[in-house]
Antibody, heavy 119, light 107 residues
Framework: EVQLVESGGGLVQPGGSLRLSCAAS????????MDWVRQAPGKGLEWVGR??????????EYAASVKGRFTISRDDSRNSLYLQMNSLKTEDTAVYYC??????????WGQGTLVTVSS | DIQMTQSPSSLSASVGDRVTITCRAS??????LAWFQQKPGKAPKSLIY???SLQSGVPSKFSGSGSGTDFTLTISSLQPEDFATYYC?????????FGQGTKLEIK
């Protein structure tokens, strides 16, 4: 069974940093691209970014709203995905979802972790 | 960026009804279109990819169609568990933008 479990969310002040983790199990993590998607309270879904797999040199893509502040990385030996978030703004407050890219596009979602940016 | 516009934003329907939700892209995206279902307080669930292909385990009451700029999600014989918010997403080009969502409510 595919499982994606996010952790690391919490309350952080504006300008601060936070690192989210996603533990993957039930599939060959190293084969898959992985994305982060977020959802502000009461709002819709927003794509944050992607990491490709080793075959594509772990290259990344980012939404303009986070580019230069957020970094996506992965550790295939630990079956883990990460989101390093720096220079956080109040508008980054959201539930952050780790998602797997299967045939075509997103097939599995984690349960999400809440990040609150507030003073 | 490609803008994705869903219509309607909300929809009331009865158990047993058949409903259609539309998603329009601001430029052509071939068939690189996915649909998701989200219930309150829960993570989204993947329903359809490549405009019309069902994800594993998704019942055939859900169907998708379209290509280019105009796409539809049809849900037949609505059941209480189908009342949720539905999102489309294009993955033709980065950033992979979502529609604003369509809330399907019980009449």
């Amino acid at each position: 069974e595919v499982q994606l479990v996010e952790s690391g969310g919490g309350l952080v002040q504006p300008g601060g940093s936070l690192r989210l983790s996603c533990a993957a199990s039930g599939f060959t993590f190293s084969d898959h691209y992985m994305d982060w998607v977020r959802q502000a309270p009461g709002k819709g879904l927003e794509w944050v970014g992607r990491t490709r797999n080793q075959a594509f040199s772990y290259t990344t893509e980012y939404a303009a709203s986070v580019k230069g502040r957020f970094t996506i990385s992965r550790d295939d030996s630990r079956n883990s995905l990460y989101l390093q978030m720096n220079s956080l703004k109040t508008e980054d407050t959201a539930v952050y979802y780790c998602v797997r890219i299967g045939t075509g596009n997103i097939d599995y979602w984690g349960q999400g972790t809440l990040v609150t940016v507030s003073s | 960026d490609i803008q994705m516009t869903q219509s309607p934003s909300s929809l009331s329907a009865s158990v047993g009804d058949r409903v259609t939700i539309t998603c329009r892209a601001s430029q052509g995206i071939s068939n690189y279109l996915a649909w998701f279902q989200q219930k309150p307080g829960k993570a989204p669930k993947s329903l359809i990819y490549a405009a019309s292909s069902l994800q594993s385990g998704v019942p055939s009451k859900f169907s998708g169609s379209g290509s280019g700029t105009d796409f539809t999600l049809t849900i037949s014989s609505l059941q209480p568990e189908d009342f949720a918010t539905y999102y489309c997403q294009q993955y033709n080009s980065y950033p992979h933008t979502f529609g604003q969502g369509t809330k399907l409510e019980i009449k």
